[in-house]
């Protein structure tokens, strides 16, 4: 989606890669420039040496007499001939520890301070007569604005050649993505704007690029479409199987949410170990409120030992464990109620699987009723026994006597 506070040609692909093109150019033709100075100076340097060097040799002989005899007037005569080449921006001469001549060019600030940085070239004078014997020095300054100019000729020289090389390899690139990338990618994108899958239209590659890339896009545009159109339909298809089956499940929630709250029985659902729902009858029974039961785990609603004497909390796991496993639960077992008091029950646990989880449905039935009308049958039954007895002794007495 384009942002309208942006102008049209800035989402223009031509735009964007001429932009870039010459961005790549201009930042690989300041590197090209920044090495091509950096060797420009060190060659203009080396040769600025060189220079120096044969200017000594033309003059060493004289030199040798002028130290030899130490002749100051025939040292400021060499002085000023070698001053008066561009490169050479001072001149002394020694003869043993005696300055003959020292001449130098005014220098700006800046050129004094680039001279700073410069090697001057020293070579050490001997002895016409004993070639080995020391007698003199002579030191050469560079002149750093002589070189300065000549990188800077040198350098501009390179620049045009460059940037003109750069226009060009500019020019080249930009033409050719446009004649041979932009335009066919503009045909298709209007195209495409214009073409209804849905009615079976398909693209064409443009002339000349039927076996190329964009060839290949259009092909895989073509079946794009067609998948996209597939699946749309069948998306509708399975939209309207799903509505419906949506409206069935809701119905079949709506009987299940009617037959979990209508029941008199306690009604658990339980997710790993512990409670996620429970109906009403639940917490009646326990007498405790929902958020007592939900999160927490099943062994808080048992008291800590059976009537038997075994661990309710270690017994209730083997039982879930198998219950997990699909072996479905039935037993009895004694509650804690949240005040406190116990009550006998009757307890079912089976696994129910939705989806990828699997959940245990717990039913708990409370027999206290059962009990007590046990219990009282069988006191009957024993105090009909004990009658039963007591009448047939009595008899037995009787006959007796």
Not at 127 to 137: M, Q, R, V
Not at 366 to 381: F, N, S, W
Request: with cysteine.
């Amino acid at each position: 989606m384009e942002n309208p506070t942006r102008p049209r040609w800035y989402h223009s692909i031509l735009t964007r890669s001429t932009l870039l093109v010459l961005l790549a150019v201009a930042v690989s033709g300041m590197v090209v420039l920044k090495i091509t100075a950096t060797l420009v100076t060190e060659r203009a340097y080396q040769d600025t040496r060189n220079h120096l060097k044969e200017l000594l040799d033309t003059t060493e002989s004289t030199v040798q007499t002028t130290c030899y005899v130490m002749d100051k007037g025939l040292a400021g005569e060499v002085a000023r001939g070698l001053m008066k080449n561009s490169v050479i921006a001072g001149v002394s001469i020694r003869s043993g520890n005696e300055l003959l001549v020292r001449l130098s060019r005014p220098l700006s600030p800046d050129e004094a301070r680039e001279e700073a940085r410069l090697v001057p070239l020293r070579r050490v004078v001997f002895s016409p007569f004993a070639g080995h014997e020391a007698i003199g020095e002579i030191v050469l300054t560079p002149n750093p604005e002589e070189i300065r100019r000549q990188v800077e000729a040198s350098v501009g020289f390179v620049r045009y050649l460059l940037a003109v090389q750069l226009v060009l390899i500019a020019l080249g690139v930009v033409s050719s993505v446009l004649l041979l990338v932009i335009r066919p990618i503009k045909a298709l994108s209007d195209r495409l704007h214009t073409m209804n899958a849905s009615q079976g239209e398909l693209l064409r590659p443009p002339r000349g690029h039927e076996g190329g890339e964009i060839g290949r896009l259009v092909n895989d545009i073509n079946d794009l479409a067609y998948e996209l159109v597939s699946s749309l339909r069948m998306e509708q298809f399975t939209r309207k199987r799903i509505e419906s089956g949506e409206k069935a499940l809701q119905e079949s929630e709506m009987r299940y949410r009617a037959l979990f709250e209508g029941a008199t029985d306690a009604i658990f659902l339980v997710r790993g170990n512990h409670f996620i729902d429970c109906n009403a009858s639940s917490l009646a029974m326990f007498r405790c409120t929902r958020e007592e039961v939900i999160g927490h785990e099943p062994d808080e609603l048992s008291p800590p030992t059976q009537p038997d004497g075994r661990p309710s909390r270690e017994t209730a796991r083997h039982k879930f464990i198998a219950a997990y496993a699909g072996e479905t639960q039935f037993f009895e077992w004694e509650y804690l109620r949240r005040d406190g008091t116990l009550f006998p029950a009757e307890a079912s646990l089976k696994i129910i699987e939705a989806g990828e989880e699997a959940f245990i449905l717990a039913i708990v039935r409370d027999i206290t009723e059962r009990k007590h009308v046990e219990r009282a049958l069988e006191e009957a039954r024993l105090a009909t026994e004990k009658a039963a007895q007591a009448k047939s002794e009595f008899l037995a007495n009787m006959s007796h006597e």
